[in-house]
């Protein structure tokens, strides 16, 4: 089934408002009310945990498999995923990603991050941000593909070509700027519709 949610950031919702349904690796599954917690502001987003507000117990990235979050008339999905920022990355890291795009081929997913901006002491600023990540359903890793802050960050055609190597037309597009390298659900739905198995 594909779907697209359309989304505004910040979209980490401390959702102890709505009934959330926590599901682990075992299969096993809680529901009730639950608030995402970041301990720390380094590497934030890979460090997450999920807290019952009922039962104050704590749970991490690597206890869980998705949670998902129901309101009044949808319902938001959210997948632990294996992640790399660079395309040649040896080492992975756990994510939670909001489920943007399920297809046959790919899915998209998006995390926010937390970012530092330096300055002098006690002159930078912290903000959020959603960051794209782009999952083959062969693989087993999302790459991110859009990433563009940071040190050493390649840009984002550079991604494109590192990741979409099976689909040749899909880089010229976006080489030749026929699909803009900022519009993430354009890239994900051409491949989807043009390319992969």
């Known amino acids: 089934m594909k779907k697209i949610i359309i989304l505004l950031f910040p979209f980490f919702l401390c959702f102890s408002q709505e009934k959330s349904k926590v599901i682990f690796?075992?299969?096993?599954?809680?529901?009730?009310?639950?608030?995402?917690?970041?301990?720390?502001f380094a590497n934030s987003s890979s460090r997450l945990l999920i807290i019952s507000k009922e039962t104050k117990t704590k749970y991490s990235l690597n206890e869980i498999s998705k949670v998902i979050i129901y309101s009044e008339n949808d319902s938001l999905q959210y997948e632990v995923i294996d992640v790399?920022?660079?395309?040649?990355?040896?080492?992975?890291?756990?994510?939670?990603?909001?489920?943007?795009?399920?297809?046959?081929?790919?899915?998209?997913?998006?995390?926010?991050?937390?970012?530092?901006?330096?300055?002098?002491?006690?002159?930078?600023?912290?903000y959020d941000s959603g960051e794209a990540?782009?999952?083959?359903?062969?693989?087993?890793?999302?790459?991110?593909?859009?990433?563009?802050?940071?040190?050493?960050?390649?840009?984002?055609?550079?991604?494109?070509?590192?990741?979409?190597?099976?689909?040749?037309?899909?880089?010229?597009?976006?080489?030749?700027?026929?699909?803009?390298?900022?519009?993430?659900?354009?890239i994900i739905m051409f491949y989807e519709n043009n390319c992969g198995m």
């Open 133 to 186: 990540y782009a999952k083959k359903t062969s693989e087993n890793t999302a790459y991110n593909i859009g990433y563009i802050y940071g040190a050493g960050a390649r840009g984002i055609k550079k991604r494109v070509r590192d990741y979409f190597t099976d689909c040749k037309q899909l880089i010229e597009k976006v080489e030749n700027d026929i699909i803009s390298k900022d519009k993430t659900i354009d």
């Open 84 to 126: 790399k920022t660079n395309f040649n990355d040896k080492k992975t890291e756990k994510k939670l990603g909001l489920l943007a795009f399920r297809g046959n081929k790919i899915n998209l997913y998006y995390v926010e991050e937390t970012i530092h901006s330096g300055g002098a002491i006690g002159m930078g600023m912290v």
């Open 25 to 40: 690796n075992d299969g096993s599954e809680k529901i009730g009310e639950f608030v995402i917690r970041k301990p720390t």
